[in-house]
């Protein structure tokens, strides 16, 4: 899928940085960037992400690719020159190895936002955007959550570093007079996704095309959201937003369980007959510590300002097995 060039692009983004730029989401973002004719440098240490997702950009006057690290201060401060504009979204995305890692999700989310912002004060950059997750809301009492849903009490190592993240980049926001637009996603899926629940069926059928191990009871319930839809909204928002900061849930109105996603992924592989065998799980079927249970954004707010995904969850679901599907195919046929 192409993004379409009718979609709402903001006029005056200057430089763009965007941090984890050779990942997942980050790709996609920087093609909307460099489709648009926007400058753009890419700060990310390949840990994750690859260059694969950017050769199309790799001759572009536009693209400036920096293989670094965020903890590296003296080359965030020299790529942070002429920077108008940060997408921060360069992270630890696991929920699942939070448990019995809870210092990544600290130094990596945590530690890392904060030297970013360190330098980004010194520096004249004038919006940051940042990818938080659905998860800084635990388990809220009311489904769908609206941003204003409180305390927020999250339920995992992953989903406290994206709030404490929040709240350094609120705080930055409001005493240095930097813009910032914070993003709550629900599960993002689609091309280029390199983990979660679609990557993982796929590889585990790959294996063993007669059974597939479903963590948890199958019964967890989440929205899901297709990554052009996702990268859209970050540049509709950038249009409308003229506040200091502003959180907006970015999810769908429709939610999935895990067993319908399994179904849904041996379809696309044209399996039949699979026994879809589940681990009961942790605490009552979640899939993990920390696994949140039922996960619905309430997105009314970007509604009222004109914006909705154009894919519901279980539409974001079949297209995202398929991409993905397709290119586990091309990596094992390059192999
Ligand atoms: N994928 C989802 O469903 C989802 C949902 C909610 C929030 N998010 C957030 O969106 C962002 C992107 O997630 P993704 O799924 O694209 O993950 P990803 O792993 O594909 O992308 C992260 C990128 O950051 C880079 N990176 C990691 N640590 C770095 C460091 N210390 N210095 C420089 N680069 C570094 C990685 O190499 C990778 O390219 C993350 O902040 C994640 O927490 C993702």
């Known amino acids: 899928m192409k993004h379409s060039k009718k979609e709402a692009f903001p006029s005056q983004l200057g430089i763009s940085l965007v941090t984890g730029g050779a990942g997942f989401i980050g790709s996609h973002v920087v093609d909307k960037l460099i489709e648009n004719g926007t400058k753009v440098k890419v ?25 670094k690290d965020l903890n590296d201060s003296e080359s965030l401060k020299e790529t942070l020159k002429d920077v108008k504009t940060v997408f921060h979204i360069a992270a630890d995305p696991e929920v699942k190895t939070g448990f019995e ?68 980049i609120s705080s930055y926001c409001h005493t240095y007079g930097l813009k910032g ?6 599960n993002v899926i689609g091309s280029r996704s390199n983990h979660g629940v679609i990557w993982d069926f796929l590889n585990k059928l790959r294996v063993d095309n007669k059974k597939l191990e479903v963590l948890g009871n199958g019964k967890q ?21 003229k506040r200091q900061l502003e959180i907006f849930n970015v999810g769908n109105e429709d939610r999935v369980d895990v067993i319908s996603i399994a179904k849904l992924v041996c379809k ?47 539409e974001s679901v079949k297209i995202a097995s398929q991409e993905i599907f397709n290119e586990q195919l091309v990596k094992i046929i390059g192999n």
């Open 43 to 67: 700060l990310d240490n390949l840990s994750a992400g690859s260059l694969l997702n950017l050769s199309d950009h790799k001759n572009n006057k536009n693209f400036h690719f920096v293989k």
């Open 101 to 168: 890692n809870p210092q990544i999700s600290y130094k990596e989310n945590i530690e890392n936002t904060f030297y970013l912002l360190e330098q980004i004060r010194k520096s004249d950059v004038e919006t940051i955007l940042f990818t938080s997750s659905s998860t800084v809301y635990g388990e809220p009492d009311t489904i769908p959550t609206p941003e204003s849903y409180g305390p927020l009490i999250p339920i995992s190592p992953y989903g406290a570093s994206k709030l404490a993240c929040e709240a350094l």
């Open 181 to 186: 637009q914070i993003f709550r996603l629900a």
């Open 221 to 241: 319930s989440k929205s899901y959201l297709h990554v052009n839809d996702c990268v859209d909204c970050f540049f509709f928002c950038l249009t409308i937003n």
């Open 268 to 314: 696309t592989m044209n399996l039949k007959d699979v026994d879809l065998v589940t681990t009961g799980g942790v605490d009552n079927g979640r899939g993990w510590i920390g696994d949140v249970k039922k996960m619905h954004l309430d997105i009314s707010k970007l509604k009222k300002l004109g914006w909705r995904p154009k894919l519901s969850s279980v």
